[in-house]
C-alpha cells in the first residue's frame, strides 16, 4: 500500500512504539489518529507531527471509544487505510503468589486490553477498509498487530501477558483469512525488549543487563526499529496472516 496520502489510527500512539510508528507514517505522507488514555503526552505528540496527526482519547475495549476514532479519522482526513495497534499494558503476577492466586480480575484486564482490545479496533477497522476502493492490486487496508516474543517464550510472573499476547498471535492467520477477499491484510510484529516508556523507569544497570542478554545487536530494541517494520508491512503487499519477531534472536530464559 502506498503510504503517501493514506490515513491510519495507531493505538498506543502517545508514546513508544506507536509514537515512532506515527513519526515514520507523517514523515512518509501519511496522516495519523493517535489514539491513547494519557491525554497530555497525546496531545504533545499530535502537535510534535502538525496537521498531519490528530489525538483522539480512547479505550480501545470500548465500542463506542474505537467508533469515536473512526468516526474523527473520516472527519479530519476523509477515511482509514491503516491500523496499528500499538495499545497494551503489562501486569506481572504468578499464577500464585504469597497472597494466594491470581485474582481474577488481573488476569481478565490483561487480556481485556491486549486481546480484546486489538480484536476491537481491528473489527471496527476492518469494516470500514472492506469498503475502500481498492488499489491497483486490489488492497483496501492494512491491520497490523503488536504481540511480544512472551507470546512463546513467557517468564516467571508473565502468564496473563504472555496469554494474551498469545492469543493475538493465535488470531492473526484466520483474521487475515476472514478479510483476504475484502482486500484487507493482517500482520503481527512480535517484539523482544524494546526502549519503551515503561522499560525507561528501570535503573540504567538493569536495562544495560537487559540490553546483553540479547544476541545481536546486544542492546535494547528501538521504537524506529519496530516502526521500520511496520512501514514494511504496509508498502509490502505480499506479507500478510505472518506474526514477525523484532528480537535480535532474544530466546527469554523463564526469568
Same mark, same amino acid.
Given at each position: 500500500?502506498?503510504?503517501? @496520502?493514506?490515513?491510519?489510527?495507531?493505538?498506543?500512539?502517545?508514546?513508544?512504539?506507536?509514537? &515512532?510508528?506515527?513519526?515514520?507514517?507523517?514523515?512518509?505522507?501519511?496522516?495519523?489518529?493517535?489514539?491513547? %488514555?494519557?491525554?497530555?503526552?497525546?496531545?504533545?505528540?499530535?502537535?510534535?507531527? @502538525?496537521?498531519?496527526?490528530?489525538?483522539?482519547?480512547?479505550?480501545?475495549?470500548?465500542? &463506542?471509544?474505537?467508533?469515536?476514532?473512526?468516526?474523527?479519522?473520516?472527519?479530519?482526513?476523509?477515511?482509514?487505510?491503516?491500523?496499528?495497534?500499538?495499545?497494551?499494558?503489562?501486569?506481572?503476577?504468578?499464577?500464585?503468589?504469597?497472597?494466594?492466586?491470581?485474582?481474577?480480575?488481573?488476569?481478565?484486564?490483561?487480556?481485556?486490553?491486549?486481546?480484546?482490545?486489538?480484536?476491537?479496533?481491528?473489527?471496527?477497522?476492518?469494516?470500514?477498509?472492506?469498503?475502500?476502493?481498492?488499489?491497483?492490486?486490489?488492497?483496501?487496508?492494512?491491520?497490523?498487530?503488536?504481540?511480544?516474543?512472551?507470546?512463546?517464550?513467557?517468564?516467571?510472573?508473565?502468564?496473563?501477558?504472555?496469554?494474551?499476547?498469545?492469543?493475538?498471535? @493465535? %488470531?492473526?492467520?484466520?483474521?487475515?483469512?476472514?478479510?483476504?477477499?475484502?482486500?484487507?491484510?493482517?500482520?503481527?510484529?512480535?517484539?523482544?525488549? %524494546?526502549?519503551?516508556? %515503561?522499560?525507561?523507569?528501570?535503573?540504567?544497570?538493569?536495562?544495560?543487563?537487559?540490553?546483553?542478554?540479547?544476541?545481536?545487536?546486544?542492546?535494547? @530494541?528501538?521504537?524506529?526499529?519496530?516502526?521500520?517494520?511496520?512501514?514494511?508491512?504496509?508498502?509490502?503487499?505480499?506479507?500478510?496472516?505472518?506474526?514477525?519477531?523484532?528480537?535480535?534472536?532474544?530466546?527469554?530464559?523463564?526469568?
Amino acid at each position: 500500500m502506498e503510504i503517501k @496520502g493514506s490515513v491510519a489510527i495507531i493505538t498506543g500512539g502517545a508514546s513508544g512504539l506507536g509514537a &515512532a510508528t506515527a513519526k515514520a507514517l507523517v514523515s512518509q505522507g501519511g496522516r495519523v489518529v493517535l489514539v491513547d %488514555m494519557v491525554e497530555e503526552t497525546g496531545k504533545k505528540t499530535a502537535a510534535e507531527l @502538525g496537521g498531519a496527526a490528530i489525538y483522539c482519547k480512547t479505550d480501545v475495549t470500548s465500542e &463506542a471509544d474505537g467508533q469515536n476514532a473512526i468516526a474523527q479519522a473520516q472527519k479530519a482526513f476523509g477515511g482509514l487505510n491503516i491500523l496499528v495497534n500499538c495499545a497494551g499494558i503489562g501486569v506481572p503476577g504468578k499464577i500464585v503468589g504469597k497472597d494466594g492466586p491470581m485474582p481474577l480480575s488481573q488476569f481478565a484486564k490483561v487480556v481485556e486490553v491486549n486481546l480484546i482490545g486489538s480484536f476491537n479496533m481491528a473489527r471496527l477497522a476492518a469494516a470500514v477498509m472492506v469498503n475502500n476502493t481498492p488499489n491497483a492490486g486490489g488492497e483496501r487496508g492494512v491491520i497490523i498487530h503488536t504481540s511480544s516474543i512472551a507470546a512463546w517464550e513467557g517468564q516467571i510472573g508473565q502468564v496473563a501477558y504472555a496469554a494474551s499476547k498469545g492469543g493475538v498471535v @493465535g %488470531m492473526t492467520l484466520p483474521m487475515a483469512r476472514d478479510l483476504a477477499k475484502n482486500g484487507v491484510r493482517v500482520v503481527t510484529i512480535a517484539p523482544g525488549i %524494546m526502549q519503551t516508556p %515503561m522499560l525507561a523507569g528501570l535503573p540504567e544497570k538493569v536495562q544495560e543487563s537487559l540490553g546483553a542478554q540479547v544476541p545481536f545487536p546486544s542492546r535494547l @530494541g528501538q521504537p524506529t526499529e519496530y516502526a521500520d517494520v511496520a512501514m514494511t508491512i504496509i508498502r509490502n503487499a505480499y506479507l500478510n496472516g505472518s506474526v514477525i519477531r523484532v528480537d535480535g534472536a532474544l530466546r527469554m530464559s523463564p526469568k
